[in-house]
């Protein structure tokens, strides 16, 4: 038989929100039963229970904060440690909103044992904030109720598991409260007592429901399994315990889902070029925000810069009460070489000084010139993405030309003394776009240095001199 491994969070939603160290007695209760399914320690303190209601817990804690239960978040987050497991494990079946099941038996080879398996599932698990149990069986249901009851066990010893298992009361299994009741009336109180009697015996006496929980308990009855694949990104959903009105507060919560994006990428040994941040606004539609890098980044601290930069030219519409952070596009590291020689550099490099740049100005306010085969100067260069390699024209001859180009020459309304030229430009006939130009060097009274150029002379008109750029 194969070995399973199961892991039950008991308070997914409560240990998914975003609190402070000193936070207030906290419950997640549910509206159907109003009662409480979820406390956190501080609740525990003062004599709040799960199960309690209410009225209750109210007179226990009268500061006590009630969120209500979400399923569907439960379930989001299940599938957010899913897709974090199904790097260790292949295997995963899901069993929302708090269950996860891993096939064990076909990673002991790859682990050596069953011990570095659990441990490298273990260090992965410790990095994110939620609390869990956990258990091994040589079913998944065995596994399920050692885990649900609360059990901290990981073991390959068949014989140990089942008297484990069978220790459990009839109340923590997945039967129904119906079947529960008539179980007890009849004085089979522990799993041990139904496991003692044939299955023969037990689709006499009873449902379909408790033969076939029996039958897979023991396994004596298979079961199928849908097996989870996740998908090949990174997403993150946070709920704030407080409405945020202003992008300079998100500076807390977006960190924390940074670090957990840095803690995956590590892992992977990827980078990221984009994050999406998706803000959702009260009674509003979501912000949504692209965050770039120009080189690829996996540390937070950089993309928390980079998003603090961006975030400045955002104005919230309405406060946000969560937030989503999603990756779906990575690249593998490359390695970087530095020389010895090359002298004391900047704290950042180029493409992380174009990041910064564009974070703040924007993606299309930051570009680089690339050089373009035409001798006609508003056409001898054009925008490029910041930082590409520039291209090299068949014209390598070496010629004078000024830093600064005037968008559009300006008529020449002062005295200037040429020093050099006449350089003559003729091209463009091919586009109808021809130009005839004679362009010289010069300066004036100031010391200005100015490119110029005047037209060929025409039979009976004053050629006309115009300004088209400055020299440094």
């Not at 904060?65 to 399923?71: D, G, I, N």
């Not at 998100?250 to 941040?277: A, G, N, S, W, Y």
Request: proline share 6%; aromatic share 8%; hydrophobic share 40%.
């Amino acid at each position: 038989m194969d070995l399973w491994l199961y892991l039950h969070f008991p308070a997914l939603q409560l240990d998914s929100l975003l609190q402070e160290q000193e936070a207030r007695p906290l419950a997640v209760i549910d509206s159907q039963s109003n009662a409480l399914v979820q406390i956190n320690a501080q609740a525990a303190e003062q004599g709040v229970e799960i199960g309690m209601g209410l009225a209750t817990a109210a007179t226990l804690c009268r500061d006590l904060q009630l969120v209500p239960y979400k399923e569907a978040l439960e379930t989001g987050k299940l599938q957010e440690i899913a897709r974090w497991l199904y790097e260790l494990s292949a295997d995963i079946a899901l069993y929302p909103p708090s269950g996860l099941l891993l096939k064990v038996s076909p990673m002991l080879k790859l682990y050596r044992g069953l011990m570095p398996y659990w441990q490298s599932i273990q260090t992965l698990l410790e990095a994110l904030p939620y609390r869990y149990h956990y258990a091994t069986g040589y079913t998944p249901v065995a596994a399920r109720l050692l885990a649900r009851a609360g059990g901290r066990h990981i073991s390959d010893d068949a014989q140990k598991l089942k008297q484990q298992y069978s220790a459990c009361t009839i109340g923590q299994t997945d039967l129904s409260a119906v079947q529960i009741e008539k179980l007890n009336r009849l004085g089979i109180t522990h799993v041990a007592d139904l496991l003692n009697i044939p299955l023969k015996e037990l689709s006499r006496r009873f449902t379909l429901d408790v033969v076939q929980y029996v039958g897979r308990l023991s396994g004596e009855l298979g079961m199928s399994l849908e097996f989870h694949h996740p998908p090949e990104d990174f997403q993150h959903y946070l709920e704030l315990l407080y409405e945020i009105e202003n992008t300079s507060v998100l500076h807390h919560p977006l960190k924390r889902q940074l670090v957990l994006l840095e803690d995956f990428l590590r892992r992977r040994d990827q980078l990221c070029t984009r994050i999406q941040l998706r803000f959702h606004q009260r009674n509003g539609q979501p912000l949504e925000v692209t965050v770039g890098s120009a080189q690829g980044e996996y540390q937070a601290e950089k993309w928390l810069e980079l998003a603090q930069l961006t975030l400045e030219k955002c104005q919230l519409a309405a406060p946000v009460y969560a937030l989503t952070l999603r990756v779906n596009k990575f690249q593998h590291k490359e390695a970087q070489s530095t020389d010895l020689f090359a002298g004391r550099q900047g704290k950042c490099t180029d493409y992380q000084l174009v990041s910064l740049l564009q974070a703040r100005l924007g993606q299309d306010r930051v570009t680089g010139l690339t050089r373009q085969d035409d001798f006609r100067p508003e056409r001898a260069s054009s925008h490029c993405p910041a930082l590409t390699p520039s291209k090299n024209p068949n014209n390598t001859a070496p010629l004078l030309r000024p830093n600064l180009l005037l968008p559009e020459p300006q008529v020449l309304t002062e005295p200037v003394a040429i020093i050099h030229g006449p350089e003559r430009i003729t091209t463009g006939w091919w586009d109808h776009s021809a130009q005839v130009r004679d362009y010289y060097i010069a300066h004036n009274k100031a010391g200005q240095w100015y490119w110029l150029f005047r037209k060929p002379a025409v039979k009976g008109e004053t050629p006309q001199w115009f300004l088209h750029g400055y020299f440094s």
